[in-house]
């Protein structure tokens, strides 16, 4: 039988389902400040849970001449005060079993990256912090090895667990998505959510940088919904081609109101 998690405020297991979202990387205060508020009343209007997403660090970039973010302490200054100006929930990658201890001050779900979703050390140490914990289903996994990982914060005590599927190498430079996966990944009891941002990226093939397919993603997140989701995770920025992080895989802000309606109508179908 699948959990309820309480996170906050809001529930995440069933419906409605929630969204994850926000720029991929913290460009700067004002910027991430503005695209929370934006997120924020778009959500509120539309009576979809909503928990605010941006990386500190982003230690996985293909290149090492890659933008990362502000750092870790200037970083969660920012995250703090989307978190407490705007009062909504706040997710955030960690890399490393110390960053895991001091995010948790701040943010309200610590996010183990896809690349990192076997890393024992790093996913007990973000259950030991007692937060909810967002485990990205690795690229390189099937959907019933996420149970080890699951395990591994489970052996904390730790049942605030969220499991967000991204995808699967797919040959060189691509991934695609089975939808048999949702299911899957529910029936070891937690909330899944569907990242359909990442899903769409090209890792590594732009000879520096990973690209993306933009178009894919609302057919992609329609179909998610479809299977049973409890969540979707997007990266949105206010103008994608000026983004610093994943720009070719980057949602629109001002394209979200109808996709959102649109999903909406969806689950409503079911």
Known sequence: ?????????IKVGGKPFI????????????ITLRIAEKLSELTEKLHIPF????????????????YRGQGLEEGL??????????????????????????????????????????????LVACGKTGKAVNIKKGQFLSPYDIKHAIEKVESTGNKQI????RGTCFGYNNLVNDFRAIPIMKGFGYPVIFDATHSVQKPGAMFGHSGGET?????????????GVDGIFMEV????SKALCDR???????????ILKTLKRIEEAL
Do not use: W
């Open 162 to 165: 969220l499991i967000t599927e």
């Open 237 to 240: 920025h206010e103008d994608p």
């Open 19 to 30: 969204l994850i979202g926000g720029p991929c990387v913290i460009e700067g205060r004002d």
């Open 77 to 122: 200054k920012i995250l703090s005060e989307v978190k407490t100006k705007l009062g909504i929930l706040v997710l955030t990658d960690v890399h490393s079993v110390k960053e895991a201890a001091k995010a948790a001050q701040v943010v309200d779900v610590l996010q183990v990256p896809a690349l990192l979703s076997r890393q024992t050390d790093l």
């Open 51 to 66: 928990i605010f997403k941006s990386s500190y660090d982003k230690a996985n970039r293909t290149s090492i001449h890659s």
């Open 215 to 227: 178009e894919f993603v609302f057919p992609l997140a329609k179909a998610a919904v479809a299977a």
């Open 1 to 9: 039988m699948q959990k309820e998690i309480n996170i906050g405020d």
């Open 248 to 258: 070719e895989n980057t949602v629109p802000l001002d394209d979200l109101p109808h």
